[in-house]
């Protein structure tokens, strides 16, 4: 595996630019840690943490004939944001490409920016490894996020979703229903424990 690990390093390295670089091996170390908290498999949190961009620097008309070429479902939401599809273009490539089979990683890179419901433990360290890894630096209440990403996975994904619904919110940008639903998803779950 740690030469497996090594060859995609060099590929994203070359494919993605420096500062997108940075945050995948930002996002890969902090699945490490998040992994390693709470008995995940390190190596499968690593290459998706290293996987999960591996479509971001594509144009957004690239994502939208490399999806259709591909057969990969787009919602009316991705078509009006393709910026979104880099997750699930990056699930394809990094199966066709990269040749991962493990379907949790493969599931774990598809769902780490709008989230859905009831996600796995690979799923859910992803996606908060994306938004709290050490070179984010614009999200507010951050250290209070990173402080609980090691308390309580399910509250850090409710209390991400929150803040992702009031960003757009106060924007006026439309919301992704699936992280809407997966909001209320963890909305509920929180109000259970």
């Known amino acids: 595996m740690e030469e497996k690990i090594e060859k995609i390093k060099k590929s994203l390295k070359k494919k993605l630019d420096s500062d997108r670089y940075q945050h995948t091996l930002g ?16 190596e499968q949190a690593e290459l998706a943490g290293l996987l999960h961009d591996c479509a971001k620097n594509i144009s957004d008309k690239e994502k939208l004939q490399k999806c259709a070429k591909n057969h990969i479902e787009i919602t009316t939401y991705e078509q009006d944001n393709p910026s979104l599809l880099h997750a699930k273009l990056g699930g394809f490539l990094a199966e066709h490409k990269y040749e991962v089979t493990d379907r949790d990683v493969l599931s774990a890179i598809r769902w780490h920016t709008t989230g859905k419901p009831a996600m796995s433990m690979l799923e859910k360290i992803i996606f908060v490894a994306d938004y709290i890894e050490p070179r984010r630096n614009k999200a507010p209440n951050l250290a209070y996020i990173r402080k609980i990403a090691f308390e309580d996975l399910d509250f850090t994904v409710y209390e991400i979703m929150k803040s992702t619904i009031l960003y757009v919110k106060e924007r006026n940008f439309t919301m992704d229903p699936m992280t809407e639903d997966a909001y209320h998803y963890y909305e509920k779950l929180i109000e259970r424990k």
């Open 27 to 42: 996002v890969a170390y902090t699945a490490i840690c998040l992994a390693m908290r709470y008995e995940v498999d390190l």
